[in-house]
């Protein structure tokens, strides 16, 4: 896990200097010497010292008892893809196709990602799209989008 | 007297009764699946509790997450798989326990000893609650400044096992803080010109991004098999728990004593206390070399601590705004929402709250023992359901909920990137809670800062000229400047 410390840090070096260089144009408070810049000054100089210590101890080759925690057995980075790509369906596409129809859709691929059987899938999909619209549409009134069926509603 | 009168008034109401009991249900199920932790259970709750009056609110959190706290106990003794970090620590211990064919014993202890840490915990913020907050009406900004400082400092060096890291994942939660128009000059910051960025960061998306989602993806990733331990059915689980009782009272009382300021240490909470407990219990054990072999004096006291904790944690989020736990940090969130806005004055402007919230948690510690026994009778039915199902639905639930605080599609933004950021952070070894401190008292640490600064008007000794304040501060730079001091003797001597 060290060389992800690695990496981690030059990243987050980028981050500190990132947040220093555009602090410096925030206005100080009227009367004081400090103002809006104080704190992510703070924050950037901190992120800065924190990322080079960072890369100084994995250059170092200190292993620390937090890093040894690496995943065992298998991995698959194809479901989680899936949940991120649920995600951003969800935000592109649910005020232009309504809730009723990216629901059930994104809950599909989610079942069908984690290897759930397609009838049981479908079953879920409808039924989980069904109480989530009864829950917050119904009964906590949340606008939720209807999209194109708008005039049948 | 009458304000007391008047909390039980608002306790005991149908709809408040039936929001307790659902939430107790809904605590033991969220506890009780492996993947699914007690601070999601939280997160999850805010966008329905979103709609409630304040005392249904705050009771849903209490009771979800005091059950779901026991409930974890429950796959930790069946599958080996701790169902909430805050049972992990005793997770090996509960599954051998089990394995000998004392499920019984296993389960049994992890509900009557949760309980009694529990009401241990709730005893003392009822006692230590109001006292404090007599103290804190007479804070000025310098007192909260350090206090800030000082929680700041706790989840850094007791929370994580890498205060290096810890310190990272502090400043990212101040990064985030930052954004938006809320500062001393009232200048944008990192708001990119978006509209939706001037009013910051929304939290509870966050949260349900930080906890929720990012445990989704966790589960996309690492796919386990669990296997029950036992097919019989179980006994009665409350036999010989007299007989531990007897056996054990001081590990009872250390475990929940300890658990209790843990949580009540900022950034430090259920998962920690138990871990502590444990390592302690083995310590002065007498019989040391069972710890590890299915042996129950372990269970007893850090389960009394990881419930205990819970009740900690409440104390400085009441008095102070200073979240005790990553569950209290979301529940200052629904407090602000629900203009019950933490400090000292809420003890005198709605003294019927407060202890409304102290009935909630007798309420749901005693309420426990019955549900604990039900959940623990159909447990292996409620194990059998598989994550896979869960998960699509609780990603939709959270997508809904983060959209529904206000009724944006920026919140579900916000959480999509919150919950890979948790992922990653965890997978890296950076712990999430001094992220969640950061965001939660960014705003607070400033706010207190510059009112001081103004103050002291350019003399920073002024910080430390207040007794309370100067000793805050002091004690801060003292658990700073200690690694320091350590390495510094550590070179000089020679080995």
């Given at each position: 896990?060290?060389?992800?410390?690695?990496?981690?840090?030059?990243?987050?070096?980028?981050?500190?200097?990132?947040?220093?260089?555009?602090?410096?144009?925030?206005?100080?408070?009227?009367g004081q010497?400090?103002?809006?810049?104080?704190?992510?000054?703070?924050?950037?100089?901190?992120l800065?010292?924190?990322?080079l210590a960072?890369?100084?101890?994995?250059?170092?080759?200190?292993?620390?008892?937090?890093?040894?925690?690496?995943?065992?057995?298998?991995?698959?980075?194809?479901?989680?893809?899936?949940?991120?790509?649920?995600?951003?369906?969800?935000?592109?596409?649910?005020?232009?196709?309504?809730f009723?129809?990216?629901?059930?859709l994104?809950?599909?691929?989610?079942?069908?990602a984690?290897r759930?059987?397609?009838r049981?899938?479908?079953?879920?999909a409808?039924?989980?799209?069904?109480?989530?619209?009864i829950?917050?549409y119904?009964?906590?009134?949340?606008?939720?989008?209807?999209?194109?069926?708008t005039?049948?509603? | 007297?009458?304000?007391?009168?008047?909390?039980?008034?608002?306790?005991?109401?149908?709809?408040v009764?039936?929001?307790?009991?659902?939430?107790?249900?809904?605590?033991?199920?969220?506890?009780?699946?492996?993947?699914?932790?007690?601070?999601?259970?939280?997160a999850?709750?805010?966008?329905?509790?979103?709609?409630?009056?304040?005392?249904?609110?705050?009771?849903?959190?209490?009771?979800?997450?005091?059950?779901?706290?026991?409930?974890g106990?429950?796959?930790?003794?069946?599958l080996?798989?701790?169902?909430?970090?805050?049972?992990?620590?005793?997770?090996?211990?509960?599954?051998?326990?089990?394995?000998?064919?004392?499920a019984?014993?296993a389960?049994?202890?992890?509900?009557?000893?949760?309980?009694?840490?529990?009401?241990?915990?709730?005893l003392?913020?009822?006692?230590?609650?109001p006292?404090?907050?007599?103290?804190?009406?007479?804070?000025?900004?310098?007192?909260?400044?350090?206090?800030?400082?000082?929680?700041?400092?706790c989840?850094?060096f007791i929370?994580?096992s890498?205060?290096?890291k810890?310190?990272?994942?502090?400043?990212?939660?101040?990064?985030?803080?930052?954004?938006?128009?809320?500062?001393?000059?009232?200048?944008?910051?990192?708001?990119?010109?978006?509209?939706?960025?001037t009013?910051?960061?929304?939290?509870?998306?966050?949260?349900?991004?930080?906890?929720?989602?990012?445990?989704?993806?966790?589960?996309?990733?690492?796919?386990?098999?669990?296997?029950?331990?036992t097919d019989?059915?179980?006994?009665?689980?409350?036999?010989?728990?007299?007989?531990?009782?007897?056996?054990?009272?001081?590990?009872?009382?250390?475990?929940?004593?300890?658990?209790t300021?843990?949580?009540?240490?900022?950034?430090?909470?259920?998962?920690?206390?138990?871990?502590?407990?444990?390592?302690?219990?083995?310590?002065?054990?007498?019989?040391?070399?069972?710890?590890?072999?299915?042996?129950v004096?372990?269970?007893?006291?850090?389960?009394?601590?990881?419930?205990?904790?819970?009740?900690?944690?409440?104390?400085?989020?009441?008095?102070?705004?200073?979240?005790?736990?990553?569950?209290t940090?979301?529940?200052?969130?629904?407090?602000?929402?629900?203009?019950?806005?933490?400090?000292?004055?809420?003890?005198?402007?709605?003294?019927?709250?407060?202890y409304?919230?102290?009935?909630?948690?007798?309420?749901?510690?005693?309420?426990m023992?019955?549900?604990?026994?039900?959940?623990i009778?159909?447990?292996?039915?409620?194990?059998?359901?598989?994550?896979?199902?869960?998960?699509?639905l609780?990603?939709?639930?959270c997508?809904?909920?983060?959209?529904?605080?206000?009724?944006?599609?920026f919140?579900?933004?916000v959480?999509?990137v919150?919950?890979?950021?948790?992922?990653?952070?965890?997978?890296?070894?950076?712990?999430?809670?001094?992220?969640?401190?950061?965001?939660?008292?960014?705003?607070?640490l400033?706010?207190?800062?510059f009112?001081?600064?103004?103050?002291?008007d350019?003399?920073?000794?002024?910080?430390?000229?207040?007794?309370?304040?100067?000793?805050?501060?002091?004690?801060?730079?003292?658990?700073?400047?200690?690694?320091?001091a350590?390495?510094?003797?550590?070179?000089?001597?020679?080995?």
């Amino acid at each position: 896990m060290q060389r992800s410390d690695r990496w981690v840090g030059v990243a987050l070096a980028l981050l500190g200097l990132a947040v220093l260089w555009s602090a410096r144009a925030f206005p100080n408070v009227p009367g004081q010497k400090l103002g809006a810049a104080f704190l992510p000054m703070l924050v950037g100089a901190g992120l800065l010292l924190c990322a080079l210590a960072l890369i100084v101890r994995s250059l170092r080759g200190r292993a620390y008892a937090s890093d040894k925690a690496t995943a065992a057995g298998s991995e698959h980075f194809g479901s989680s893809l899936v949940v991120i790509a649920v995600v951003l369906a969800y935000i592109f596409l649910s005020e232009r196709v309504g809730f009723l129809i990216i629901a059930p859709l994104c809950l599909l691929a989610g079942f069908l990602a984690f290897r759930i059987g397609w009838r049981r899938a479908l079953l879920w999909a409808v039924v989980g799209t069904v109480v989530v619209h009864i829950a917050f549409y119904k009964l906590l009134r949340v606008p939720l989008p209807w999209g194109p069926i708008t005039p049948f509603y | 007297m009458d304000a007391v009168t008047a909390a039980f008034g608002l306790i005991f109401q149908p709809y408040v009764l039936l929001v307790i009991v659902l939430s107790a249900i809904y605590g033991l199920f969220v506890g009780a699946i492996p993947g699914l932790t007690a601070t999601m259970a939280t997160a999850l709750l805010v966008p329905v509790t979103f709609f409630m009056p304040p005392v249904p609110a705050v009771a849903a959190i209490v009771t979800a997450t005091a059950m779901a706290i026991f409930s974890g106990d429950i796959p930790s003794a069946l599958l080996r798989m701790p169902g909430t970090p805050a049972s992990a620590a005793y997770t090996d211990e509960a599954f051998l326990l089990t394995k000998k064919g004392q499920a019984e014993t296993a389960l049994g202890a992890g509900l009557v000893f949760s309980v009694l840490g529990g009401i241990f915990g709730v005893l003392v913020l009822i006692v230590a609650a109001p006292a404090l907050a007599e103290v804190a009406l007479k804070f000025s900004s310098f007192e909260y400044f350090w206090l800030v400082m000082l929680g700041f400092t706790c989840a850094i060096f007791i929370a994580g096992s890498d205060p290096l890291k810890g310190c990272v994942s502090l400043l990212l939660g101040l990064l985030f803080a930052v954004v938006g128009l809320e500062n001393p000059a009232g200048a944008p910051r990192y708001t990119f010109g978006s509209a939706d960025l001037t009013g910051g960061i929304p939290m509870i998306p966050l949260m349900i991004g930080l906890f929720a989602v990012s445990e989704i993806l966790r589960y996309a990733v690492v796919v386990v098999k669990p296997e029950m331990a036992t097919d019989r059915p179980f006994g009665n689980v409350f036999a010989g728990m007299w007989a531990l009782l007897k056996k054990y009272p001081l590990q009872l009382f250390r475990g929940s004593a300890l658990g209790t300021l843990v949580g009540a240490l900022p950034g430090a909470g259920a998962d920690i206390a138990a871990w502590m407990s444990y390592g302690i219990s083995k310590r002065f054990s007498k019989e040391p070399e069972k710890f590890g072999t299915g042996h129950v004096e372990g269970i007893v006291e850090s389960g009394a601590a990881n419930n205990s904790a819970l009740g900690g944690a409440w104390i400085p989020a009441l008095v102070f705004g200073i979240p005790g736990d990553s569950i209290t940090a979301i529940a200052i969130g629904v407090l602000y929402l629900k203009d019950m806005n933490p400090g000292p004055t809420l003890f005198i402007h709605n003294p019927q709250n407060i202890y409304a919230v102290f009935i909630v948690f007798i309420l749901a510690q005693l309420l426990m023992l019955p549900f604990g026994w039900g959940a623990i009778k159909v447990a292996k039915q409620i194990l059998r359901i598989p994550a896979a199902l869960l998960m699509p639905l609780i990603l939709l639930f959270c997508i809904v909920g983060s959209f529904a605080i206000n009724n944006s599609l920026f919140g579900v933004v916000v959480m999509g990137v919150a919950g890979v950021l948790g992922f990653f952070m965890e997978r890296w070894g950076f712990p999430v809670a001094p992220t969640i401190l950061g965001v939660v008292l960014g705003t607070m640490l400033e706010e207190h800062f510059f009112s001081s600064l103004i103050k002291a008007d350019g003399n920073f000794l002024v910080f430390f000229e207040r007794p309370i304040a100067g000793t805050l501060g002091v004690l801060c730079l003292l658990i700073w400047l200690w690694p320091v001091a350590r390495m510094l003797r550590a070179k000089a001597l020679p080995r």
